[in-house]
Nanobody, 116 residues
């Protein structure tokens, strides 16, 4: 299983943008990669996923504002977030799910705080 480390979390103002990174300890070519988030007092929810072939899927709240991408050479994925609002405040987690075994890895999380 790959180990995942997120970075890029920060405090930003409403309307600003932020880019999260997730570095994997090894190749992610056999994984479906994704970003999840968990706001205080709420359940963890899916933000976006990207397959090995590059197919992406987004939660409704992320469509048109967030973009997930992958860099195979760097064994990393990214989440570009634009037009942030207070409702986007949460801990964002990177996730890797093996295509065949379905085993899952999680990063430690990156705090994103949006001030109005």
């Amino acid at each position: 299983q790959v180990q995942l480390v997120e970075s890029g979390g920060n405090l930003v103002q409403a309307g600003e943008s932020l880019r999260l990174s997730c570095a994997a300890s090894g190749s992610v070519s056999l994984y479906v990669m994704g970003w999840y988030r968990q706001a205080q007092g709420k359940e963890r929810e899916l933000v976006a996923t990207i397959t090995n072939s590059g197919r992406t899927d987004y939660a409704d709240f992320a469509k048109g504002r967030f973009t997930i991408s992958k860099d195979h050479a760097k064994n990393a994925i990214f989440l570009q977030m634009n037009g942030l609002s207070r409702e986007d405040t949460a801990v964002y987690y990177c996730n890797a799910r093996h295509t065949f075994s379905q085993k899952t890895s999680w990063g430690q999380g990156a705090q994103v705080t949006v001030a109005s």
